[in-house]
């Protein structure tokens, strides 16, 4: 066998040029990794993984992801952990580790000095040997190789390896294959720069316009993890003004108990119905609740499912949570009230007054009447409607008049 070769100068001009290509055509990794892998003789892995070491469809595609965590997962590190779990939560990014340095938990040389490992080799000869006919994901684990972390989030690593189970272990020139891969992977850094930069921008593009589409007055996008993703101007004013809702950086604190209640029923039902956006599972849910302000007065919250057509990777469904100013309910409703539920003129009176003041007080006053008579009015409500509270009664009432 010769000698793992370099990349040469068209290479590293052709390899740059299909990296630049992918940054805007995130399906075009696979060919970046057939053509280092072609070029160089080896097998090459960008595979992204979640906090949890779950592989991800991104780049490489998730089956190569997975191949490349089981064998990783085989590799055990100093103090009982897996090379993977040691690779997405402290390797040093964009260092070369080998294999051999990954089973002590430790790079051979200081990660901030730019030179290669002792040694690219996993395995002895004889070693090697024993994977003939095993399976691919044997043979990976028995071939030397190279392994870094090149971008990682608050909930995802991506590592790129290879891994040079097609040359004779003594023919790897130790010094050029780590500046080989150390070449690969500062090509590899500015594609992913540009690529997830241009992705937050299509997402913000995207979380705006559903936004927008979704709600009409004070209203925030926020996803199953409470992310505030979007929002209208007055929106988290409002909700901290009606004491519903803080901010905190850009996660959604809910203070209701009822609208976080709302929220992660709708959560773990969008998750039970992958399929819904298809629409085998019916139509995004959707929750309201009635929630009174410190002084009183009632407010109504929406949530509603969105799930965005071209839905991007790992994501979610979202929701628009939007408050909903009490509005003025019509004459009608107090006829509806009389009607179904044997309600005298001065209960349903009393009954439409009080869902839109939200106040027992401001009731009397607009309706001129004692505050002891707006409670007897309101305890024959109670009776004959089967509520028992004032919120109760407001659901009630708003629902016959076709807000909810």
């Known amino acids: 066998m010769q000698d793992w070769p370099a990349l040469n100068e068209t290479d590293r001009i052709n390899l740059l040029m299909r990296v630049l290509e992918c940054s805007t055509q995130s399906d075009g990794w696979p060919q970046v990794l057939d053509f280092i892998d072609e070029t160089l003789g080896c097998t090459s892995f960008l595979s992204e993984f979640d906090e949890n070491g779950t592989p991800q469809p991104r780049f490489g595609g998730t089956p190569p992801a997975e191949t490349l965590g089981q064998v990783l997962?085989?590799?055990?590190?100093?103090?009982?952990?897996?090379?993977?779990?040691?690779?997405?939560?402290?390797?040093?990014?964009?260092?070369?580790?080998?294999?051999?340095?990954?089973?002590?938990?430790?790079?051979?040389?200081?990660?901030?000095?730019d030179h290669a490992p002792d040694t690219v080799a996993s395995q002895t000869p004889s070693q090697m040997e024993a994977a003939d006919g095993s399976s691919a994901e044997d043979k990976l684990h028995m071939a030397p190789g190279l392994v870094s972390p090149i971008w990682r989030s608050g909930r995802s690593t991506i590592l790129f390896s290879c891994f040079f189970?097609?040359?004779?272990?003594?023919?790897?020139?130790?010094?050029?294959?780590?500046?080989?891969?150390?070449?690969?992977?500062?090509?590899?850094?500015?594609?992913?720069?540009?690529?997830?930069?241009?992705?937050?921008?299509?997402?913000?593009?995207?979380?705006?316009?559903?936004?927008?589409?979704?709600?009409?007055?004070?209203?925030?996008?926020?996803?199953?993890?409470?992310?505030?993703?979007?929002?209208?101007?007055?929106?988290?004013?409002?909700?901290?003004?009606?004491?519903?809702?803080?901010?905190?950086?850009?996660?959604?604190?809910?203070?209701?108990?009822?609208?976080?209640?709302?929220?992660?029923?709708?959560?773990?039902?969008?998750?039970?119905?992958?399929?819904?956006?298809?629409?085998?599972?019916?139509p995004p849910p959707q929750r309201s609740v009635f929630i009174a302000d410190p002084e009183g007065f009632l407010k109504r919250v929406t949530i509603s499912t969105v799930i965005p057509a071209h839905p991007a990777h790992n994501q979610s469904a979202m929701f628009v949570v939007r408050l909903v100013e009490t509005r003025e309910l019509s004459g009608e409703i107090e006829k509806c009230l009389q009607d179904?539920?044997?309600?005298?003129?001065?209960?349903?009176?009393?009954?439409?007054?009080?869902?839109?003041?939200?106040?027992?007080?401001?009731?009397?006053?607009?309706?001129?009447?004692?505050?002891?008579?707006?409670?007897?009015?309101?305890?024959?409500?109670?009776?004959?409607?089967?509520?028992?509270?004032?919120?109760?009664?407001?659901?009630?009432?708003?629902?016959?008049?076709?807000?909810?």
């Open 73 to 113: 997962q085989r590799i055990e590190t100093e103090g009982g952990r897996t090379a993977l779990q040691f690779l997405l939560s402290e390797a040093a990014l964009f260092y070369p580790y080998c294999k051999t340095t990954l089973a002590r938990n430790a790079p051979a040389s200081d990660p901030s000095k």
């Open 165 to 282: 189970s097609s040359h004779d272990l003594d023919a790897i020139d130790t010094d050029t294959a780590s500046e080989t891969f150390r070449t690969i992977v500062k090509m590899l850094e500015p594609g992913l720069n540009i690529h997830f930069e241009m992705e937050k921008k299509r997402l913000d593009n995207e979380h705006q316009r559903l936004l927008l589409s979704s709600a009409e007055g004070p209203a925030l996008l926020v996803n199953a993890d409470r992310d505030i993703l979007a929002w209208t101007p007055s929106a988290l004013e409002a909700l901290a003004r009606a004491d519903i809702a803080s901010q905190a950086r850009q996660t959604l604190l809910v203070k209701n108990k009822q609208l976080d209640a709302a929220l992660l029923e709708l959560a773990v039902a969008t998750r039970q119905h992958p399929d819904r956006q298809s629409g085998i599972a019916g």
């Open 340 to 404: 179904h539920f044997d309600l005298s003129q001065s209960e349903a009176h009393l009954a439409r007054h009080l869902t839109v003041t939200g106040s027992m007080n401001a009731t009397a006053d607009d309706l001129a009447i004692t505050r002891n008579t707006a409670k007897t009015h309101l305890r024959r409500i109670y009776e004959k409607t089967g509520v028992n509270t004032q919120l109760q009664l407001a659901m009630l009432v708003h629902r016959l008049a076709q807000l909810f």
